[in-house]
């Protein structure tokens, strides 16, 4: 864009450039809301149950736990970073709480806080091997992923937890807003502060900063390494919260659990349109939407009775397609 | 003689140097633990275990110098010995079932490659994609079960020689020829070109379409290799085939000394890297620890050898600077 600010014509031209810019973002956001609602039509069309208020609340209640980790690795991506340690952050989580509660007879708040304060723990080692000690993201964070699902496991050895606080059983079933249970509202309540967080708060706009321009972040004076610590932490504690979440709509803890949630997590944000590879790009409440898409193809396919397997291998076709049509709408970068 | 040893000690080997030692704490750290491990048959089982990885990761170094990092191998070794187990069970030719094999390696290579570099889209993105469907594709080839190939692949590839089976030349071979091709070809020099700076080599002239598929199809290649090695060693396709091997490989590539921003690295460094890993693995692995501890330790190692390489690099840029500075300034003041 090149623009002459001196002459009329080239006002014009930056006011026309604006005006294209900004229906260009509107175009996004309604796109992908399009695109749900389509989703929704066709599926409520072809499916006598997909539609029952029942069903809704399942979906809800599915993407609930990647939903809000999806919040973390989302703020990650607009920071210019990337977060593999997700499942196994959430697995520490869930551990934490469990152990805590079930063997050691403590308060779910003490159990809570130790859980949260792990999460944020591994969150702060990502982001000093990061930022301090630089080391790219993706080994970053895969060490951590090893490191944090070590710890987990060790506490939880071959055992299943299961918990018994009652709490758990009231986050899952008791509901709150509509038939949603206390999880779906935790999640869409998440969703609404750090979207609104990110608008309006210092750090959101430095996330943005730091992810859309490391160099002019810098240049500016903005504080680098100390904000992308917090991006991590932040993002560490949100995958807490998921594994806390997660607990009580299993009621139980397993070694298995939150495996593979980064890429849920990284495909929700994808989806949604954030940008995996150029920091900056995306909207939080987007990935909301992207967790409803994939949430929904999910259920659909369990509706119709297709094999788990294949509808992971729908999942991926899907990614394939939102990168397509993210590349058609944005052009080559 | 004193130009050999600058040319061994210069800067751009301080990651080997640092490396070897590593090597060597993690081989004397082991012996300790173990005396029993660090027998005759040590190094054959190295290889046996770790062929896929050493022929992914040779295959990755393209991939992580020209910047199109690949996240696809582990799912795709699992979906293409699955298409061998599924060939090998409806025709029952081993032959068919393993051209099949390779060939669906091959094709989803070239799928990945003509997705990024004529479609335009992002490499990480494309694999990331082919990383989900394969290895669902894998699974639901038979519910997640493995396949069984009956005997004729197991017997060729698990006939040893010395301990040796066919997977130590296939290893030797990969990274003679990779090596070959990073730097000596064409293809090696417009692999470095692109990852240096894609504009610059589209702008020079390179047709760099055909040299960014090149660079996928070389992956398929390991890929397949890799499918039909491992469906023989365990004589089935399993469905968990490779898991967490793209990642292995790419930790292998950057611990070598590779650096993941893309335009400089080696094949040589890679091996090196690969040795490490595997010794790291199946160290760990003999220790008997439990799985909990076994991801612990392998965790901190990496993060550590990680760290203390970044560290070591940034004294020794230190150094040169000061050493250049200081140099620049004797010169000015013999001048003045």
């Known amino acids: ?333 | 003689m004193r130009a050999i040893r600058r040319r061994l000690f210069a800067k751009s080997y301080i990651d080997t140097w640092f490396l070897l030692l590593m090597t060597a704490a993690l081989l004397v750290a082991f012996r300790i633990a173990q005396p029993g491990w660090l027998n005759g048959h040590t190094v054959q089982n190295l290889v046996i275990q770790n062929t896929p990885l050493a022929l992914v990761a040779m295959a990755m170094t393209f991939s992580i110098i020209s910047r199109y990092i690949d996240l696809s191998p582990g799912s795709m070794i699992a979906l293409s010995g699955a298409v061998i187990g599924l060939v090998y069970t409806a025709q029952g030719s081993l032959a068919l079932a393993i051209a099949a094999g390779i060939g669906t390696a091959l094709g989803a290579g070239l799928l990945n490659g003509f997705l990024v570099a004529v479609v335009g889209l992002n490499a990480v993105m494309v694999t990331l994609a082919a990383f989900i469907w394969a290895r669902g594709l894998a699974i639901g080839a038979n519910q997640g079960n493995p396949i069984d190939v009956g005997s004729g692949l197991s017997t060729v590839v698990n006939a040893s020689w010395h301990g040796f089976t066919l997977t130590a030349p296939v290893v030797v071979v990969a990274y003679l020829g990779g090596w070959l091709l990073l730097s000596r070809t064409k293809m090696g020099r417009y692999t470095y070109a692109m990852g240096g700076d894609p504009t610059a080599a589209r702008r020079a002239g390179i047709n760099t379409a055909v040299y960014t598929v090149l660079i996928f199809l070389l992956m398929g290649a390991m890929i397949g290799a890799s499918a039909v090695i491992t469906v023989g060693q365990l004589g089935s396709a399993q469905a968990t085939a490779g898991l967490g091997l793209e990642l292995d490989a790419i930790i292998a590539v950057v611990i070598g000394g590779t650096r993941l921003a893309g335009g400089e690295g080696a094949v040589g460094r890679t091996a090196l890297g690969v040795i490490f890993l595997s010794i790291l693995n199946s160290g760990l692995l003999n220790l008997g620890l439990t799985d909990s501890y076994f991801q612990l330790y392998r965790g901190l190692a990496l993060l550590a050898v990680l760290s203390v390489q970044i560290v070591v690099r940034r004294v020794t840029d230190e150094e040169e600077r000061r050493k250049r500075e200081q140099e620049q300034l004797s010169a000015a003041l013999a001048t003045a």
Request: hydrophobic share 55%; proline share 2%; aromatic share 4%.
């Open chain 1, 1 to 333: 864009l090149s623009v002459d600010a001196g002459t009329v014509t080239g006002r014009r031209t930056l006011e026309r450039a604006l005006v294209a810019d900004h229906i260009r973002r509107l175009a996004e956001t309604l796109g992908i809301v399009a695109i749900a609602g389509a989703l929704l039509l066709a599926f409520g069309l072809t499916s006598s149950q997909f539609l029952l208020s029942g069903n809704i609340r399942n979906i809800f209640v599915q993407i609930s736990v990647v939903g809000v980790a999806a919040i973390g690795e989302t703020i990650v991506l607009l920071a210019g970073g990337l977060d593999l340690s997700v499942g196994s952050v959430v697995l520490l989580s869930e551990v934490i709480c469990a152990d805590l509660t079930a063997t050691h007879h403590l308060p779910l708040s003490v159990a809570l806080l130790a859980a949260l304060g792990a999460a944020g723990g591994i969150g702060l080692l990502n982001g000093v091997l990061v930022a301090v000690i630089g080391i790219e993201p993706i080994l970053a964070t895969l060490g951590t992923l090893l490191v944090a699902a070590g710890l987990a496991k060790l506490i939880l050895g071959l055992r299943y937890l299961q918990v018994t606080d009652p709490v758990f059983n009231d986050l899952a079933v008791k509901n709150v807003l509509f038939n949603l249970p206390i999880m779906v509202a935790v999640m869409l309540g998440l969703y609404v502060v750090v979207s609104i967080a990110m608008r309006v708060t210092p750090f959101g706009r430095m996330v943005y900063a730091v992810g859309g321009n490391r160099r002019a972040a810098r240049l500016s004076g903005l504080p680098l390494v100390g904000m992308t610590v917090a991006v991590y932490v932040v993002a560490g504690v949100l995958y807490g919260i998921a594994g806390f979440l997660n607990v009580a709509q299993i009621g139980l803890v397993s070694q298995n659990d939150g495996m593979g949630m980064e890429f849920q997590a990284i495909i929700a944000a994808l989806v949604g349109g954030v940008s995996v590879t150029s920091g900056g790009v995306g909207r939080v409440e987007r990935t909301l939407l992207g967790a409803l898409i994939v949430g929904m193809m999910t259920n659909y396919q369990t509706i119709k009775g297709i094999d788990p397997a294949f509808q992971q291998a729908f999942l991926g076709g899907l990614l394939l397609a939102a990168i397509l049509a993210d590349r058609l709408l944005r052009g080559r970068q």
